[in-house]
């Protein structure tokens, strides 16, 4: 293409940016005491063409120069770059696991760590039990699940409900509500057993909005719109963090014998999800090995073939559906004691598709780019917030050049979950 070519290109296709972002962006409606007034912004719109017209001929430089590296890989040389991130994939597990687990543990330790650095930390683990929870549904039995907020809205629900009406504790009310997800998981399994690709994502995103509009009108019981509040916080098992006026102390500290200090219930909020977090690690890189997980990995791969083997795939969905319920609904509980109160508003399409986007981002069946990926979407907004007005356009731009880059995900590359050995030699055994 020549260069002539590329800028009728880049030209064109600023043109269309102009067009799309003059409704957008080139007009603002402003209070006036009286009628809306509307306010221009022609900048923005020249900001908008500009950025599209740049990015356009870069991409268009990074496609050619693409398409020259493959000719020169076919010829005998190699992309250094996508070899170094295989690489990093392929080690992800021996090495990048344990640092980032150690670096979650020291995080509230470091002289960096404020309120808001531990409280930015416990979202980003938040996201990334979901991610695992979905993990096992999407990435590990091939499943596509469009409506995993609900297994977080009904661990989140229990929670609330048993601990205002019963007077449950948190860690009494945790299993209950794991089980009470995976009870909706396993209803949710039944009715798509047959359905597979567009038709299931159709049914599980159905599935979530059933839920979120039960919450929604199911006023006396859930609250509606009003929602749930005065939710119990957690303990550290059966000693409090609330204060005992007048002397200012909690029982928590008493035990520990240390000085009343609002950040120690943060800080054990923190470490709370990530003992969740790296429960739910652990477990599913054990499943994985088990007949049941292979199970999972053979139904991802070929339905079909999966039957001809003597795998049963009813039973294979739904526990895959019940798990990753299960994991939601230990999230939900936590999301719910952490913020003291819950509504429907928590649990929208929204977080369903951040969560599904945080899975496929990292590469579908890696743990390690789980993290990664809740990191990155979980931070980008909290760093871009000073730009109010294109937060969210800067956080899709980015997501859709990472995609672009790198569409089988951050880190794709998962070992076997069982290997075959060759047989020994000289062993006397036939075949």
């Not at 330790?109 to 695992?132: E, K, S």
């Amino acid at each position: 293409m020549t260069v002539q070519q590329r800028v009728k290109d880049a030209a064109l296709a600023a043109l269309v940016a102009a067009i799309l972002a003059l409704p957008l962006l080139g007009f603002e409606t402003v209070d006036t005491g009286g009628p809306l007034g509307i306010k221009t912004r022609w900048h923005y719109v020249g900001y908008a063409a500009a950025a599209v017209f740049i990015g356009r001929l870069l991409l268009m430089l990074w496609r050619d120069r693409r398409l020259g590296a493959q000719a020169d890989s076919q010829a005998g040389g190699s992309e250094a770059g996508r070899a170094w991130l295989t690489k990093l994939s392929r080690k992800a597990d021996s090495w990048l696991m344990p640092a980032l687990i150690a670096f979650a543990v020291a995080l509230p330790l470091m002289p960096f760590a404020d309120r808001t650095v531990v409280d930015l930390g416990t979202v980003v683990l938040i996201y990334v039990m979901l991610g695992w929870g979905l993990n096992i549904v999407v990435g590990l039995a091939g499943l596509l699940d469009l409506g995993y907020v609900a297994f977080y809205a009904v661990g989140a629900y229990s929670y609330a409900l048993l601990s205002k009406n019963f007077g449950l504790n948190f860690w009494e009310c945790l299993p209950l509500a794991g089980l009470f997800a995976a009870m909706f998981g396993v209803a949710l399994g039944f009715p798509v057993l047959r359905l597979r690709g567009d038709y299931l994502a159709i049914v599980t995103l159905g599935f979530g909005e059933i839920i979120r509009i039960v919450l929604l009108n199911w006023q006396p019981v859930t609250g509606g719109p009003n929602g749930i509040s005065g939710i119990a916080r957690p303990s550290f098992f059966g000693f409090p963090f609330t204060a005992n006026p007048p002397e200012g102390t909690t029982a928590f500290h008493e035990l520990f014998g240390l000085d009343f200090a609002s950040t120690h219930r943060i800080v054990f909020l923190y470490y709370l999800i990530l003992a969740l977090a790296l429960l739910t690690n652990l477990f599913t890189l054990r499943i994985r090995r088990l007949p049941v997980g292979r199970a999972w990995e053979a139904l991802r791969e070929d339905e079909i073939a999966c039957r001809a083997l003597g795998i049963n795939p009813t039973n294979t969905k739904l526990t895959a559906f019940a798990i990753g319920a299960m994991f939601g609904g230990f999230a939900g509980s936590f999301f719910a004691t952490r913020q003291g109160f819950i509504s429907p508003e928590s649990f929208t399409f929204i977080e369903s598709a951040v969560i599904l986007a945080i899975v496929v981002l990292g590469g579908m069946g890696s743990q390690a780019g789980i993290v990664l990926a809740a990191a990155f979407l979980t931070l980008l907004p909290e760093l871009a917030r000073e730009f109010s007005l294109f937060r969210m356009l800067a956080f899709g731009l980015a997501m859709v050049l990472i995609m672009v880059w790198r569409p089988q995900g951050l880190l794709s590359h998962r070992d076997p979950t069982i290997r075959l050995k060759p047989a020994a030699h000289g062993g006397g055994g036939g075949g």
